[in-house]
């Protein structure tokens, strides 16, 4: 399943929210325009799912039948989130068996790909807003440095720099 949050990066295309009706024509939109099938909830207009969960933009959680959080990520990587499941589908399958199950805990930093121009392209479909205010946060939580690769691409589209 599904929960649309909030738009995490909004721009002229999908902009901020104001109203849950609001709301739920971008979470329409969104799953049009992903093809998605899954089923998919939306948040109140407060975020109030996203914020107990912890209010990252692209978190993954697995939960078993019981509503319990057996798998967290605080990004989403469809391998891991894959590999996630099929741990869980094991142990149902082993109880079923009638073998024992007892919890344990894993410690786990996996690497994902990473690659800019796809991302930016991506944030583009929203408009030009997304993008700067992306690149402002990166910038606020890596320093200039970060920028290189994104004001590059910026200038393979022929814009400029501006702040969000």
Same mark, same amino acid.
């Given at each position: ?72 990520? &605080?990004?989403?990587? #469809?391998?891991?989130?894959?590999? *996630?499941?099929?741990?869980? =589908? /094991?142990?149902?399958? +082993? ?30 479909? &929203?408009?030009?807003? #997304?993008?700067?205010?992306?690149? *402002?946060?990166?910038?606020? =939580? /890596?320093?200039?440095? +970060? ?18």
């Amino acid at each position: 399943m599904f929960i649309y949050t909030r738009e995490s990066h909004p721009g002229e295309r999908f902009p901020a929210v104001h109203s849950l009706a609001d709301k739920l024509a971008h979470a329409r939109a969104f799953a049009r325009d992903m093809g998605m099938e899954r089923p998919m909830l939306v948040d109140d207009i407060d975020g109030t799912l996203h914020r107990a969960y912890g209010g990252l933009p692209n978190m993954s959680f697995v939960l078993d039948r019981s509503a319990r959080v057996v798998y967290k990520a &605080n990004w989403t990587d #469809a391998r891991t989130l894959d590999a *996630a499941c099929e741990q869980l =589908v /094991h142990e149902l399958r +082993a109880r079923e068996g009638g073998q024992r199950l007892a919890p344990y805990t894993v410690e786990w930093a996996p690497k994902r790909i990473n690659e800019r121009a796809p991302f930016m392209e991506g944030l583009m479909q &929203n408009g030009p807003t #997304a993008v700067h205010e992306f690149m *402002a946060a990166i910038e606020a =939580v /890596h320093g200039k440095k +970060a920028l290189r690769e994104m004001e590059a691409w910026l200038v393979s589209r022929g814009l400029e720099r501006r702040e969000p």
